[in-house]
């Protein structure tokens, strides 16, 4: 069966410090994947997602980064943290029309 | 562009209450998916279900039924006999095909009491 994977659980990272977060899924190949975050008052924005190795599409301009060095690793990266990068992050993979999501990343930056 | 309004921002029922959680869709789109996700407490979104376009049938799947209704772009969620458990953040989601990004609605959240 396929699962999804992601860490850490929980990060408290200070304004300006890298960020690195991995998903990784078992039990499939060539899956497509996203990430999404999800901030205070809950709506659910996508990020990125990616069709294959090397195959990043960003939907919201900002200061972070995905890449996909594996066919079931997703990383999405960070160079400075802002504050506004607070969130919940969500990784997720698709299965027959169907996106299923990991546990996610809880992110608080200070 | 898709979009998806879930109206309704909190509704609380006590236990064994029936409640119905709506969604409503906008999309350009003939074919297209429809769906919803469980968020509990834990924060992992959990799928209920998938719905195309092409498929109004309503389901049931023990206290959980949906209403797909093209007519008026709906595709509203009920629970019978509610229970502490169902107690969540509940989302819509519309994609535009088979393995296409998902337009989440804000979500709804539920407090079932006892």
């Known amino acids: 069966s396929q699962t999804i994977h992601q860490w850490p659980a929980t990060l408290v990272q200070p304004v300006g410090s890298p960020l690195s977060l991995e998903c990784t899924v078992e039990g499939t190949s060539n899956p497509n994947l996203y990430w999404y975050r999800q901030a205070a008052g809950r709506g659910l924005q996508l990020l990125f997602y990616s069709v294959g190795i090397g195959q990043i599409s960003s939907e919201v301009p900002q200061n972070l980064s995905a890449s996909r060095p594996q066919d079931r690793q997703f990383i999405l990266s960070s160079k400075k943290l802002l504050l506004s990068d607070s969130g919940f992050y969500l990784c997720?993979?698709?299965?027959?029309?169907?996106?299923?999501f990991g546990p996610g990343t809880r992110l608080t930056v200070l | 562009a898709q979009k998806v309004t879930q109206a309704q921002t909190e509704i609380s029922v006590v236990e064994k209450e029936d409640v119905t959680l709506d969604c409503v869709y906008e999309?350009?789109?003939?074919?297209?998916?429809l769906f919803w996700y469980k968020q509990p407490p834990s924060g992992e979104l959990v799928f209920l279900i998938r719905r195309n376009s092409f498929d109004e049938q309503n389901e049931i799947s023990g206290r959980y039924s949906w209403n797909f209704q093209k007519s008026t772009s709906s595709f509203n969620f009920t629970i019978t006999a509610s229970q502490v458990v169902d107690s969540a953040v509940y989302f819509c989601a519309l994609s535009p095909g088979a393995n296409s990004k998902l337009t989440f609605g804000k979500g709804i959240t539920l407090s079932v009491r006892p």
């Open positions: 997720a993979w698709n299965n027959r029309d169907t996106q299923y």
């Open positions: 999309t350009r789109d003939t074919t297209y998916y």
